[in-house]
């Protein structure tokens, strides 16, 4: 017997979109030789949809949408994930569809509230397993953080389930795929079932989902194992001789090199962020500098040279090697490219600021002023011919600042804004190994804001390697400042990238949405307020 795996890239409330999505999947599916065709978590619905789920028209439309479905009476078995409502409320949802009919509906019984899920927020718990039996096979259902913990995969075990069935939106980040592995390994030496993984593909926002469907049978041994970032229908075949079925052997596509992943899932989360807004391209500030260089080498990968258009706006602080290198980068992926001084601007501006600022020096308000003019000139490009900007700072400069309000934090995506600067480095030269289009001297010379003369980063701040290091202990892990002078770091650099963090939540709050790909981003899994008291311990002291 063949099933059908349906790792496919939903869109946010488009139902009838979804719906035809999930018909045509089941049409080829049928075509194929399957039997059951498996969507992932809320594939109905898309993931997540956040706040939609507080109103009643939403789940009418989803309703109206599963029943479409079911009555289309295909000759399979369709398990379809949509949010669910029964009476006053809310749940996340998987309905079997068979023989024109929604013959039964599972209730998630794990809700995570942690990170970026907000699930408790919407959805009631379920408690009942369900078990539905095709042509001698019984499969047990379960949805995502489900079997994250026992009980769910055991209580479907106990109901007679000989193969369990996972219906997932679990968001990338580095290394996700090693612990999804590995928590089914644990559901099957405990339930001794083999187990089915359909994930979700595609970009939500933020939110990156990468798919990598797996299959893992009886002892363990991952059978199947579906490509990364790609929508794809797959089809897997059970032996049904004997009393119990075994997957057979299937294609196991190489997990991807970490490097490679998270090109992938910056590519994905561009592409689907233009796509699914309706944006005809983008728009993008060109510096001669690592980070803007990476952007639009994504940007390009993503989207296509023809959608992608990059401004150089120099200023008299400009280096010329800046202006070569981006011309250069602009000429090799032959994209539509502009040069637009800013320095008579700048001098209007001074000369309008001339009484305010008379007698005193030359300082962060004039380096600011600088990268506010090339913002308003990139805003003026995007509303003119609708192209949206892409930002192009990084982690490391929206942790601790380094970066300006209205200025070159002004723009619709910010598609490095969970890249830290050493990785930022590191995927340029892994872009480069596929075909060199990134300019060596860009990747090596020192990054410079160049809004002052002779300006490098490491004036400010401390280097990379030691500020990324300290930014992840404190945000990712939450350690304490204490601990993270414990583990060998000055106390100075401690001191001074903590304190960054913390004075400037104010303005990662007005930074556009970007892609996520560690397992905690500045975003949605990360709420700090921005008036606060507390401050953090740096002399190592430990309260009782």
Same mark, same amino acid.
């Given at each position: 017997?063949?099933?059908?795996?349906?790792?496919?890239?939903?869109?946010?409330?488009?139902?009838?979109?979804?719906?035809?999505?999930?018909?045509?999947?089941?049409?080829?599916?049928?075509?194929?030789?399957?039997?059951?065709?498996?969507?992932?978590?809320?594939?109905?619905?898309?993931?997540? #949809?956040?706040?939609?789920?507080?109103?009643?028209?939403?789940?009418?439309?989803?309703?109206?949408?599963?029943?479409?479905?079911?009555?289309?009476?295909?000759?399979?078995?369709?398990? *379809?994930?949509?949010?669910?409502?029964?009476?006053?409320?809310?749940?996340?949802?998987?309905?079997?569809?068979?023989?024109?009919?929604?013959?039964?509906?599972?209730?998630?019984?794990?809700?995570?509230?942690?990170?970026?899920?907000?699930?408790?927020?919407?959805?009631?718990? /379920?408690?009942?397993?369900?078990?539905?039996?095709?042509?001698?096979? !019984?499969?047990?259902?379960?949805?995502?953080?489900?079997?994250?913990?026992?009980?769910?995969?055991?209580?479907?075990?106990?109901?007679?389930?000989?193969?369990?069935?996972?219906? %997932?939106?679990?968001?990338?980040?580095?290394?996700?795929?090693?612990?999804?592995?590995?928590?089914?390994?644990?559901?099957?030496?405990?339930?001794?079932?083999?187990?089915?993984?359909?994930?979700?593909?595609?970009?939500?926002?933020?939110?990156?989902?990468?798919?990598?469907?797996?299959?893992?049978?009886?002892? /363990?041994?991952?059978?199947?194992?579906?490509?990364?970032? &790609?929508?794809?229908?797959?089809?897997?075949?059970?032996?049904?001789?004997?009393?119990?079925?075994?997957?057979?052997?299937?294609?196991?596509?190489?997990?991807?090199?970490?490097?490679?992943?998270?090109?992938?899932?910056?590519?994905?989360?561009?592409?689907?962020?233009?796509?699914?807004?309706?944006?005809?391209?983008?728009?993008?500030?060109? !510096?001669?500098?690592?980070?803007?260089?990476?952007?639009?080498?994504?940007?390009?990968?993503?989207?296509?040279?023809?959608?992608?258009?990059?401004?150089?706006?120099?200023?008299?602080?400009?280096?010329?090697? !800046?202006?070569?290198?981006?011309?250069?980068?602009?000429?090799?992926?032959? *994209?539509?490219?502009?040069?637009?001084?800013?320095?008579? &601007?700048?001098?209007?501006?001074?000369?309008?600021?001339?009484?305010?600022?008379?007698?005193? #020096?030359?300082?962060?308000?004039?380096?600011?002023?600088?990268?506010?003019?090339?913002?308003?000139?990139?805003?003026?490009?995007? %509303?003119?011919? /609708?192209?949206?900007?892409?930002?192009?700072? %990084?982690?490391?400069?929206?942790?601790?600042?380094?970066? &300006?309000?209205?200025?070159?934090?002004?723009?619709?995506?910010?598609?490095?804004?969970?890249?830290?600067?050493?990785?930022?480095?590191?995927?340029?030269?892994?872009?480069?190994?596929?075909?060199?289009?990134?300019?060596?001297?860009?990747? &090596?010379?020192?990054?410079?804001?160049?809004?002052?003369?002779?300006?490098?980063?490491?004036?400010?701040?401390?280097?990379?390697?030691?500020?990324?290091?300290?930014?992840?202990?404190?945000?990712?892990?939450?350690?304490?400042?204490?601990?993270?002078?414990?583990?060998?770091?000055?106390?100075?650099?401690?001191?001074?990238?903590?304190?960054?963090?913390?004075?400037?939540?104010?303005?990662?709050?007005?930074?556009?949405?970007?892609?996520?790909?560690?397992?905690?981003?500045?975003?949605?899994?990360?709420?700090?307020?921005?008036?606060?008291?507390?401050?953090?311990?740096?002399?190592?002291?430990?309260?009782?």
């Amino acid at each position: 017997m063949k099933l059908a795996l349906a790792q496919f890239n939903f869109t946010v409330g488009d139902f009838s979109g979804n719906a035809e999505m999930i018909l045509t999947a089941a049409r080829e599916a049928v075509a194929g030789g399957a039997r059951l065709l498996i969507t992932p978590e809320l594939a109905l619905a898309g993931y997540p #949809p956040e706040d939609l789920l507080l109103r009643d028209d939403f789940y009418q439309s989803c309703d109206f949408a599963l029943r479409h479905i079911a009555t289309q009476k295909l000759d399979i078995a369709l398990l *379809v994930g949509h949010p669910h409502k029964i009476g006053d409320k809310h749940y996340n949802a998987a309905s079997l569809l068979r023989n024109g009919n929604i013959e039964a509906t599972y209730l998630k019984h794990i809700l995570p509230n942690h990170s970026v899920f907000d699930e408790e927020r919407y959805f009631s718990k /379920g408690s009942a397993p369900l078990v539905f039996e095709l042509e001698g096979i !019984s499969f047990g259902v379960v949805i995502c953080a489900d079997v994250w913990e026992p009980e769910p995969a055991m209580l479907a075990r106990k109901a007679g389930a000989s193969i369990l069935l996972a219906l %997932n939106a679990s968001p990338y980040h580095m290394e996700k795929q090693h612990t999804r592995h590995q928590v089914m390994r644990q559901r099957n030496a405990e339930t001794g079932m083999a187990s089915i993984y359909v994930n979700l593909v595609g970009g939500q926002d933020e939110l990156v989902f990468d798919g990598a469907s797996f299959v893992v049978n009886q002892s /363990g041994q991952i059978m199947h194992q579906l490509p990364a970032f &790609t929508e794809t229908l797959s089809f897997i075949e059970l032996d049904t001789a004997g009393t119990a079925a075994n997957i057979k052997p299937g294609t196991i596509t190489p997990q991807l090199a970490l490097e490679a992943s998270v090109y992938g899932a910056l590519c994905l989360g561009v592409k689907d962020y233009i796509d699914k807004n309706h944006f005809p391209g983008v728009v993008l500030g060109l !510096s001669g500098g690592i980070d803007s260089a990476l952007t639009l080498a994504i940007a390009v990968d993503a989207l296509g040279a023809e959608r992608v258009r990059a401004v150089m706006m120099p200023s008299p602080y400009t280096a010329e090697i !800046s202006l070569l290198d981006a011309r250069e980068m602009a000429l090799i992926l032959n *994209v539509d490219y502009s040069e637009i001084p800013i320095q008579t &601007t700048f001098e209007g501006f001074m000369q309008a600021l001339g009484n305010d600022f008379k007698d005193m #020096p030359f300082d962060l308000a004039e380096e600011n002023l600088q990268a506010r003019i090339r913002g308003t000139l990139l805003m003026a490009l995007s %509303n003119k011919f /609708g192209s949206l900007v892409l930002t192009t700072g %990084n982690k490391s400069e929206m942790g601790v600042g380094y970066s &300006t309000l209205y200025g070159d934090m002004a723009g619709g995506f910010a598609v490095l804004k969970d890249v830290p600067k050493t990785l930022v480095y590191r995927l340029a030269d892994y872009r480069n190994k596929l075909s060199p289009i990134i300019p060596q001297r860009i990747i &090596t010379r020192a990054p410079s804001a160049e809004l002052r003369l002779d300006q490098t980063d490491q004036d400010s701040l401390p280097p990379y390697p030691v500020l990324d290091a300290i930014m992840e202990m404190y945000v990712e892990y939450d350690q304490s400042p204490a601990d993270i002078i414990d583990a060998g770091f000055k106390t100075e650099d401690v001191r001074r990238v903590v304190t960054l963090i913390d004075r400037n939540e104010y303005k990662r709050r007005q930074a556009p949405v970007g892609v996520r790909i560690t397992h905690r981003g500045f975003g949605k899994d990360r709420r700090y307020p921005i008036t606060s008291g507390y401050r953090p311990d740096f002399d190592g002291a430990r309260k009782v």
